[in-house]
């Protein structure tokens, strides 16, 4: 008979055997302090955007009304400063509303621990956009792998302890991407920034974006002109000829020009209306794929206008 299996027992922490959670509650506690804002630092090369958007302004009558319910996180520096690492919104928003000081847990962390603990807690954001996925999957990456061929942090390299897992495999188990995944974000960092703010805007899908990404600068910016001048961005298809060529040594300026003066189907007489024109005149409410049909209703009723007006006038 197959032996019956034991319930398995498994050690918890020193802190889990020796404390209650009355004193590891209270010691978390400790570690809360009002913190001048001007006495905080924004993380370095800091990957995620804070704007002054609406989302920003509802924080802001948020943390008016209720006070900054969630403490921020940061670290003290040598020189006796202290770095963000968490809440760069909560610190604009009170920045916005005149406060001196920031609710704020205090956590001891080296550079690399500090890196994967702001990157990971800024991805639990509801929205994320390519480039702030890109900038914070590389700079976690950089600090795994400088963590891996240290041995001052743990009793066994990084790489023993993940059985041979490369770290972006780790990574990518992680944050819940596929590995493939988190390299073609990562070569998003390789775009010149209004391709890469394209890409954010959804005007450039992902796979042709990590195309274009292996293009040299200069040839970036090409392309970049390109764009605005034939007001459309090139397919999925056009990118993987374009760094065909470029393996050859043949990808020119004028190459370029010629692939993205190729007509395409979903390009014919297209008309091209900017977002900050028309947003403000549509419903907030509107889905995407309706909006066609509701500017098409909206020139017809305008035009029914115009035609009445020019009757009135004879």
Known sequence: MPQEKKPRFTLGTVDDMFTTQEMRDDAKLARIHEIPLDEIDEFPEHPYKVKDDEDMMNLVESIRENGVLTPATVRKKEDG??????????????????????????VELDRDAATIFMCDSNLQRTVILPSEKAFAYKMRLDAMNRQGKRTDLTSAPLGQKLKGMSSRDMLAKEVGEGSEQIRRYIRLTELIPQLLEMVDEGKIALRPAVEISYLPKDLQKELLDNIEMEACTPSHDQTLRMRNLLRQNKLTPEVITMIMQEEKPNQKEKIILRDDRTRSLLPKNLPVS?????????????????????????
């Open 81 to 106: 400063r202290y770095e963000m690492l968490s809440g760069h919104r909560r610190w604009r928003a009170c920045q916005l509303l005149g406060m001196d000081t920031l609710r704020c847990e205090i």
């Open 290 to 314: 309706q909006r066609e049909e509701y500017i098409i209703k909206a020139l017809e009723h305008y035009g029914r206008y115009l035609k009445k007006q020019r009757e009135q006038e004879r």
